[in-house]
C-alpha cells in the first residue's frame, strides 16, 4: 500500500499469503534501502511519478521491485494455455463490491426510454464471448469486481452511455496509467474494427471516469486488474439517443462482432511471449519528507 503522507508503498498482503519481490540496497548515502529499509521503516520508498491520488495504495501480486529512480513490476508466470480475455459488464453485480468500493455498491448505470445500460452492455458481452469462444479463446465474465490482480491477455470493460438532453451520440474507448505498453494498441484496434462494424461516430470526448478506472488502478485498488493484463473501456453508444440506442438494442449480435474482432486481431498481432515479455518500468518520485 502507498501512505497518503509519504507516497511510500507497503505491502498489503495478509500474512498467509505469499507476494513476489524483490529488493535490494544501493544507497550510497547512508540511507538505508531494500531490507534495512524494510525493516527500519516498514515501508518503501516508491511514490509514482505523476499519481496526485491521496489515497492508498497496493503492490500488485505480481510483484514490483524498487529500484533507484524507477519501479520495475515483474513480468508474471504465464502458462502455455489458450489465450484468455475478460470481457467486463458494467455496474453488474455492484452489490457485490468489496468494502474498498463503497460507492460502487449504488451505481447502478445509466438508462434512458425504460431501457439500462447494464441490461444492454450484459447482451453484447454474452455474444462477444460466444465469438470468442468458438475461436479457441477461454472468456472470463466478470461482474463490476475485478479479481486482485486479475492476469488476463485482455480485458474489456463494456459500458453505455446516456445524455440528458439526448442529443450526445456516439461510441469512445480508452486505457488507463502505469499499465501494460501494448493498451495503445489495444484501444487503436478496437476503435478501428468497432467504428467501420457499427457506423457510430467516435465521440472524443473521454473523461477521467474512463482513463482513472478503478479497475485499471493497480496501485490504489486490491480489486485491479494486474499491471501486464491489456486493457480498455469501451462506451458503445448513447442509449439516450435513438440511433446509438436503436443499434445497441436491435443489432447486438452486430455490436457484439465488433467488438470481438478487434480482441482478435489484438491477440493476432500480440503474442504472449510479447505481452507478457519483459518487465514494465514506470518512474518513482521523490518521496515526501
Sequence with gaps: MRDPQTGSFMSSSRASEKVRGAVHTINGFGKACGFEEVRELGVIEAPIAGDPSPVWAQVPRTGVVVEDGRIRLLRPSVAETPRRVAIQTGHWRTDEAPAEFPRLRFSSGGEAAGIREVDVTRDVAERVAAVLTERGIVVDMLPATVPPSYLADVFVALHADADATGTARGFK????????????????????????????????????????????????YEHALAPHTAAAIMELGFISHPEDRSLLVDQPDLVARSVAEGIIRFLDAVPRSELFGEDIIIPQASPRP
Design 173 to 220: 474507448i480508452a486505457h488507463g496509467s502505469y499499465r501494460s505498453p501494448e493498451d495503445e494498441r489495444l484501444v487503436g484496434l478496437l476503435t478501428e474494427h468497432y467504428a467501420a462494424g457499427t457506423g457510430l461516430p467516435r465521440d472524443r470526448n473521454v473523461t477521467t471516469d474512463m482513463t482513472d478506472y478503478y479497475a485499471f488502478a493497480w496501485f490504489r
